[in-house]
């Protein structure tokens, strides 16, 4: 029942953003055929935080779909930020971020649109060491927070200490990679973590932290976004793209301990954490075309955004959010004509 009202309620929103001209006019789905694609290259990345798209680079369909005439290059994603950057500079055609991220890059004026929904994963939580003294997020008053500003746990972050009715001047945030913030709350240069996973279960299982604080529904969704150019230009390979991420989505469903498996090699997890993060914080069967669930989710997110100065006006907020999904690519996708 939720996932049919889920359903519903996308299709409702796509119908009204296709009336804005949010789905992309100048994009055709139609691929590329005898070799006649739009260019000779395609950027993709891949991310622990994106378990479709490591399926996709370990499996080859899009090499294989598309032969010898486009050369795939693949970079790893290290964080939303990361992707951003790529995505911005042109290295990426397509990359994979939190939703909120997403937002924030298109409303400060990074020409991207959401063409698909890979994940929803209760990916970040506010996590502490045993005997802190930190149960709530109002004893973070006074605290040093470790979080990477502009991802999913940095809004995460802000979601929390709003709810709780704290300031974030009230709070020593220090900007660092995901990583290094897990590695600061374990050696103790930081007070708290607002972590990401696969790193957050992986210190939660191995070195003993605490999620004190968790709230999904703080959690935006995995966002697949591409450049405005390459949509427009591009539309072939984008269609591919598209295609392969439904494929893989099947294929993480029938092989979900093979998908933990990959994400464990690709991250140096140990298994046991990777199928932690896989199989009971992720959500893989979900429609892949961005609509109404997400849309609800960054509602609440860009006023935040706005009033810590991520964002300069509501205004710059409420037009990255009308024109950031393009549905053209999710609507046409079929696993079948990829691999």
């Known amino acids: 029942m939720k996932k049919t009202l889920l359903a519903a309620a996308a299709t409702a929103v796509i119908a009204s953003l296709a009336l804005t001209g949010c789905a992309g006019e100048n994009a055709t789905p139609d691929a590329g055929t005898g070799g006649e694609w739009s260019k000779s290259t395609l950027s993709l990345d891949f991310a622990t935080y994106n378990p479709l798209s490591l399926i996709i680079k370990e499996q080859g369909w899009i090499e294989d779909t598309l032969g010898d005439d ?3 290059t693949w970079t790893q994603s290290l964080g939303s930020n990361k992707a951003n950057e790529g995505l911005r500079a042109g290295a990426l055609d397509v990359g994979s971020t939190a ?12 020409p991207i649109q959401t063409i698909g929904i890979y994940t929803q994963p209760e990916w970040s939580a506010l996590v502490t060491l045993p005997g802190s003294g930190i149960e709530t997020v109002a004893d973070l008053r006074g605290k040093t927070v470790a979080v990477t500003i502009g991802t999913d746990p940095y809004f995460f972050l802000l979601q929390a200490l ?66 405005e150019e390459f949509i427009q230009n591009n539309a072939d390979l984008a269609q591919v793209v598209a295609d392969a991420y439904e494929k893989a989505r099947a294929w993480a469903l029938e092989n979900p301990d093979e998908t933990a498996q990959l994400l464990a090699d690709v991250s140096g997890l140990d298994l046991e954490v990777a199928s932690v993060v896989l199989l009971e914080r992720t959500v893989i069967d979900l429609p892949f075309a961005p609509g109404a669930a997400q ?40 696993p079948s004509r990829v691999g």
């Open 70 to 72: 486009v050369a795939v």
């Open 295 to 334: 849309y609800s989710v960054l509602e609440v997110v860009g006023p935040i955004q706005v009033a810590n100065g991520d964002i300069p006006s509501q205004d710059q907020a409420d037009a990255a959010l009308e024109t950031l999904f393009n549905t053209t690519f999710a609507d046409a996708a079929d």
């Open 162 to 227: 709003d709810e709780a009715g704290v300031d974030p001047s009230e709070v020593d945030i220090q900007n660092l990679q995901h990583a290094d913030g897990g590695v600061a709350l374990v050696n103790g240069s930081v007070d708290a973590w607002s972590g990401l996973d696969p790193m957050m279960a992986a210190h939660e299982l191995n070195d003993g932290v605490e999620l004190f604080y968790r709230h999904v529904e703080f959690n935006t969704y995995g966002f697949l976004n591409a450049t």
């Open 99 to 110: 939703g909120s991220a997403a937002l924030l890059a298109r409303a400060n004026g990074s």
